[in-house]
């Protein structure tokens, strides 16, 4: 699984010259001693938070001051029995979430908290000269005198630069977050301008004005069914068994087995959703993407089966994922309002509530054009002309497709009775 860096490393210099620095997602399987120098490093890096967020605390509250980053980076330097960079970027870590607090308070939003809580394992950083690539084998260092923790590398990251790496912990497991540098692909020449409408039952329509694309998000529903109720199946046996028995375990290890199977799934099939929408912008040399924002979609009370599927629809991931993706290839994705673009009707701009898959105005009796192609357009229609036009051209060419998934590999997830 590769995901964009966000702005965090760009903000501590870790950037590729020649490439994009995207983030690998690799699940570990530790030994015993493995897993307890994991452990130890974790609640290390969780001392060194508590620290840093104890002493900017008490230097408030007693002398009304707020010491700055690079005073606490001497403070706390030589101190701990982590790698020293794990410890900088620690501090980096913590003075993000309260300067983001601060922000957020400045803008009203009082109900965010400042840092707080104290932990008992924290997520560890090793940036580059804590990060060395032995036979095959990652080495990260653990400080002076102290064991490295080692782990093998995926073929697919051989001979790749390695920025930064960190170690997750992740439901029931340890995940390594490794930071490389990958080439960077062909940047997009053109100057159209596209439009894309997310939907629950079609994950995303595309069009330029001159063709649309409807993607399917059928396999997508299907795997939230299967997570709903499997995992009822399960916290049902779950709540028969006493809490810490051996039977209690055993349920625990397989939903977490099979939580782990389905969202690797879920993100699979988002995966290659976007892969579809971002190969068609290249070929059309779309420029920029309005994204159309469906938020306020969430707030409306439809009864509990439709408000779990709207609770469950990842519109927001599957935005994250195009944005990155587009952004590669040198195309920028904006987000735009989508209020009531699925049903004003393009010959005669009146507005009706939509009930089919068919887009039909109340109006003129305009009818035959999928809904979500409509609201393509209209999304499209406002951000380029500021209001919806009558008589608008809808797309000549209308393609539907699935999205291309790779059947899954490995052993088969067992449900609760079999546990």
């Known amino acids: 699984m590769s995901r964009l860096k966000n702005s965090v490393l760009a903000k501590r210099g870790v950037t590729g010259a020649e490439g994009d620095v995207l983030v690998e997602k690799i699940p570990l399987r530790l030994r015993p001693e493995e897993e307890a120098l994991a452990r130890d490093i974790q609640r290390e890096s969780a001392r060194v938070w508590n620290t840093v967020m104890t002493i900017h605390r008490l230097f408030w509250f007693k002398y009304g001051i707020w010491i700055d980053e690079a005073m606490m980076k001497d403070f706390v330097k030589g101190r701990f029995e982590v790698h020293s960079q794990d410890v900088q970027a620690i501090v980096e870590t913590y003075y993000e979430c309260w300067e983001r607090t601060k922000k957020l308070h400045e803008e009203g939003h009082t109900e965010w908290r400042y840092p707080w809580r104290l932990k008992r394992f924290f997520t560890s950083t090793w940036k580059v000269t804590g990060i060395t690539v032995e036979g095959g084998y990652l080495r990260l260092s653990n400080g002076w005198k102290r064991p490295p923790l080692r782990i093998k590398l995926p073929s ?99 939903k ?150 790779l059947a899954p590999v490995g052993q088969k997830h067992r449900g609760p009775a079999a546990a």
Request: hydrophobic residues 35%.
């Open 156 to 254: 697919r990251l051989k001979g790749l630069e390695i920025k930064q790496v960190q170690l997750v912990w992740h439901r029931n497991g340890y995940w390594l977050h490794v930071a490389v540098v990958k080439p960077a692909l062909e940047r997009v020449q053109g100057d159209t301008v596209a439009a894309a409408d997310p939907g629950e039952v079609h994950a995303l329509t595309l069009t330029d004005g001159k063709e649309a694309l409807v993607i399917s998000g059928r396999h997508l529903r299907s795997l939230h069914r299967l997570r709903n109720k499997t995992l009822r199946k399960f916290q049902k046996a779950l709540s028969r068994c006493k809490k810490g028995s051996n039977r209690w375990r055993k349920l625990l290890e397989a």
């Open 256 to 405: 977490y087995r099979f939580l782990n199977w389905v969202e690797a799934q879920i993100l699979h099939v988002e995966h290659a959703i976007t892969k579809l929408a971002v190969e068609w912008c290249v070929q059309r040399g779309v420029k920029k993407v309005y994204y159309g924002d469906p938020q306020g979609v969430r707030e409306q009370d439809c009864g509990r089966y439709h408000n779990q599927r709207m609770g469950q629809w990842s519109f927001g991931r599957l935005r994250d994922l195009l944005e990155y993706k587009l952004k590669r290839h040198s195309i920028t994705l904006e987000k735009i309002g989508e209020g009531g673009t699925s049903g004003t009707c393009p010959k005669c701009g009146h507005y009706t509530r939509q009930s089919g898959r068919i887009f039909r105005c109340g109006n003129c009796g305009f009818s035959g054009v999928h809904r979500d192609v409509v609201g393509a357009s209209g999304i499209l229609d406002v951000a380029v002309n500021g209001h919806f036009t009558k008589d608008r051209d809808l797309p000549g060419k209308v393609v539907y497709l699935r999205p291309r998934v």
